[in-house]
């Protein structure tokens, strides 16, 4: 079965830094796509970034578009969000994603983990 286990999440003042990782199991990883998305309390889940799965493509939403990095290390089995610059509008669970085009809808990506949560104080 395949898993997908988020972590780096936690509390950072604005302007902080943190790093997720998600570590892949029983998943065919370098096939994949990987994305990252988020869900404030109250909203829907959106967008955050996609990797390719060579990693030689990648896209951002662009409210974090030059202040988060996304990378993946298919040896492995891993994808991870550099996030810099991090703004109390950034605070929400974030969730990695697994699927098979470098898109931004929920819908294409087949497998989810269970998220970790980041809160950014002001």
């Known amino acids: 079965q395949v898993r997908l286990v988020e972590s780096g999440g936690g509390l950072v003042q604005a302007g902080g830094s943190l790093r997720l990782s998600c570590a892949a199991s029983?998943?065919?990883?370098?096939?994949?796509?990987m994305g990252w998305f988020r869900q404030a309390p109250g909203k829907e889940r959106e967008f955050v970034s996609a990797i390719s799965q060579s990693g030689g493509s990648t896209r951002y939403a662009d409210s974090v578009e030059g202040r988060f990095t996304i990378s993946r290390d298919n040896a492995k089995n891993t994808v991870h969000l550099q996030m810099n610059g991090l703004k109390p509008e950034d605070t929400a669970v974030y969730y990695c994603?697994?699927?098979?085009?470098?898109?931004?809808?929920?819908?294409?990506?087949?497998?989810w983990g269970q998220g970790t949560q980041v809160t950014v104080s002001s």
């Open positions: 029983e998943l065919d990883f370098s096939f994949h796509t």
């Open positions: 994603a697994a699927g098979r085009f470098l898109l931004a809808s929920a819908n294409t990506y087949d497998y």
